[in-house]
Each structure stands twice: as structure tokens, then as C-alpha cells.
């Protein structure tokens, strides 16, 4: 790629357009979420306001259904368990997660999907590929398949 000055660069390489992509993908995500009757009620009332973000997608992308500890969760999620500590509290005081004791340890505890949570994810899924739908009429069948197959080997 030529560029007229030098600094254009920044915001046309490859890992920009990746980022912007995934903001976009993301936000539609929560729009169509805010909008799906799964939804629970709260829920898709603080996906409406804006109060939910990618952040919150970020939990529902990582925790398995079985659960996990706090530190698996942020490993999974590749943040610091500091910050995942603070989304896992949000997200229990808004019904999408809860914490239940370890019974491999009794001095730990595991993040699960409370049923809530699960319509959450539910209505995750189907908002996703919605979304997926979206891009692949957007940009093509066969642009979107060379786009999954290579996102997918470069990830890998």
C-alpha cells in the first residue's frame, strides 16, 4: 500500500481495520441483543441504554457453561484478574452471572450463567449470527469465507 504522508500508515494497516471491524461487529451484537425477546427484561433495558458493552460480551465469549474460577476466567479472557474481578461483580448485580462455592476447593469460588444468564447467552447466539449474516451479505460469500477460514488460521 502507497500512502500520501507518511503518517497514514497508522490507520491503514491490517490490525486497524481488525479492531475497527470487531467494534463494529460487537456493537451490532448489542443492538440486535437489546432487541431480542430472550432477552431478560434488564437486560435488554441496559443493552438499550448503552450501559452494556463489549466488555460484557467479553464474559459471555469466555466463561464455560460448567463455570470457572475467577483466575481461569481471566486467563481465558486474557485480562488481569483485577479487572475481570470488577466485570464478574457488575455483571452479578445485573443477574447475568453468579458465584457459587468451588466444590474442589471450599475456599474458592466459580462464576456461572445464572438462568438469566443463559437466556443471555441465547439470545448471544442468535444476535451473533445475525450479525455474521449481516457481514457475509455485506461483503460476499466468498469474501466472508476466505475472511473466517484466514481470521481462523492467523488466530490459531
Request: aromatic letters at 6%.
Amino acid at each position: 500500500m502507497t500512502h500520501s504522508t507518511p503518517n497514514t500508515w497508522r490507520q491503514a494497516h491490517v490490525g486497524h481495520w481488525l479492531a475497527q471491524a470487531s467494534r463494529r461487529f460487537d456493537a451490532r451484537v448489542l443492538v440486535l441483543m437489546a432487541g431480542n425477546d430472550r432477552m431478560p427484561l434488564a437486560l435488554a433495558n441496559l443493552a438499550r441504554r448503552g450501559k452494556l458493552t463489549a466488555s460484557h460480551v467479553h464474559i459471555t465469549r469466555h466463561l464455560p457453561l460448567a463455570g470457572a474460577r475467577l483466575t481461569e476466567l481471566a486467563s481465558l479472557a486474557g485480562v488481569s484478574k483485577q479487572a475481570m474481578g470488577k466485570l464478574v461483580d457488575q455483571c452479578a448485580a445485573w443477574g447475568l452471572v453468579q458465584r457459587q462455592p468451588d466444590p474442589r476447593d471450599a475456599r474458592a469460588w466459580r462464576v456461572v450463567f445464572s438462568a438469566g444468564g443463559l437466556s443471555w447467552l441465547q439470545a448471544y447466539q442468535e444476535a451473533v449470527q445475525q450479525a455474521q449474516a449481516e457481514l457475509q451479505a455485506a461483503i460476499g460469500d466468498d469474501v466472508a469465507t476466505v475472511l473466517c477460514l484466514g481470521l481462523e488460521a492467523y488466530a490459531a
